[in-house]
Each structure stands twice: as structure tokens, then as C-alpha cells.
């Protein structure tokens, strides 16, 4: 009995993430081999996506809009390859503006309607690499501070939960924001500090290989 060939997409999920963890590995050596060559900052930022995020209209009456509600909401867009975190910032202020123009409405709001209002650069874990909430952030936590800021997070965590369990869910909520908002600091700041020194390094090396 002559069976038919399998098809491409006849992938179990182990194989998908063997190839998925193969791609990011072959990005990652491309870029390797990329920064070293032109003394650029890639590396840490390969599979970088952009999330902008703001409010989705839920609910919208014309004869009545102070009954507008919307819920918070986010869209991550995948960036491309290969930029530093400069154009990555430029890119994403111009994805942004292009989103908004297009969900704008000659009546207004509508329901569905998407309003970006922060600009998140994500690492492909997940990590806030920047944010930009009317500017972009610029107020770096020294290095030797971060586990610091990292143990205020977590102790924040452990008050939310205590705040919940008395029926104090304003207070939850907005402990939940602060916490968030270490981890965001530290994220960026730790990566902040490391295109510093790859830089540093970088442009050592250029020098070196200058004054041969």
C-alpha cells in the first residue's frame, strides 16, 4: 500500500518548537556576526516586537456618549530585524501614529475602535526593553540597585495579595501597577546598562583594529 507523502504543515508541536528555537538561534548568530562586523548593538534586541497599548471601545451609544466604556487593550506587532534600539524607537512612535490615523472616525469614537496610547519595546521573552508614555524612558536605575528594586516588587506582590484577601481591591489594583512598573524599571535598566558596555566594547575594538 503506497501512502501519501506528509505534508509540510503535518508537524507535531515538538517539532514546531524545535524550529522556532532553531530560527531565533540562527537570528541571533546573524546578528552576532552582523554587530561584529559593522560594531553595531543588535544582539540583545533580536526578535524584539513592539506592543502598543491603550483602550478598545466596548460599548458606544450616538445618542447617548457619556455611556462610552472601553477596557484596556494591546497589539503586538512583530519589528524588524537587525535594529538597534534607537530605530526600534523610531519605528514604533511611527507605527503608532499610523494606528491611530487609522482607526480614527469622522464621528468620533465607535465600538471596536482601538486607541494606542503607550508604545512598549518587548524582548522575544517578553522583557520591557522601553516605554514611551508622552516621552521615552530615561530614568536608568544604577546596576548594583536592581536586585534592590527587584525585591520592592516582589514585596509589593505579597501586600496586593494580603489587600485582596480583606476585599481592598482599589488598593490591590493599584499595587499591582506600582510593582509592574519596578519590573518595567529594572527591565530596561538592565538592559540599558548592557548596550552601554556592548558599545563600550565595540568601540574599543574598532580602535584596535584602527591603530594596526
Given at each position: ?15 514546531r518548537l524545535f524550529l522556532s528555537q532553531l530560527q ?97 519595546i518587548m524582548s522575544r521573552c517578553g522583557e520591557v ?84
Open positions: 500500500m503506497v501512502t501519501q507523502p506528509e505534508r509540510a504543515h503535518d508537524l507535531t508541536q515538538e517539532d531565533r538561534g540562527l537570528r541571533s548568530e546573524m546578528a552576532t556576526i552582523f554587530d561584529s562586523r559593522f560594531g553595531r548593538c543588535t544582539t540583545p534586541l533580536v526578535g524584539a516586537f513592539v506592543a502598543l497599548q491603550g483602550k478598545k471601545i466596548l460599548q458606544y451609544d450616538k445618542q447617548r456618549p457619556w455611556t462610552c466604556k472601553a477596557t484596556p487593550h494591546s497589539v503586538p506587532y512583530q519589528a524588524p530585524q537587525y535594529l538597534e534600539l534607537e530605530a526600534l524607537q523610531s519605528w514604533g512612535i511611527a507605527l503608532k501614529h499610523t494606528i491611530w490615523l487609522d482607526n480614527l472616525c469622522d464621528e468620533g469614537v465607535y465600538f471596536g475602535q482601538f486607541v494606542p496610547e503607550q508604545v512598549l526593553i522601553q516605554r514611551h508614555d508622552g516621552q521615552w524612558f530615561d530614568s536608568y536605575l544604577p546596576i548594583a540597585d536592581l536586585p534592590l528594586h527587584e525585591a520592592m516588587a516582589k514585596a509589593l506582590d505579597i501586600q496586593r495579595i494580603n489587600e485582596r484577601r480583606e476585599g481592598n481591591y482599589n488598593t490591590a489594583n493599584r499595587l499591582l501597577i506600582e510593582a509592574q512598573r519596578l519590573r518595567e524599571a529594572v527591565s530596561m535598566s538592565r538592559l540599558h546598562w548592557q548596550l552601554h558596555e556592548l558599545k563600550q566594547i565595540h568601540a574599543v575594538t574598532r580602535w584596535m583594529q584602527t591603530a594596526r
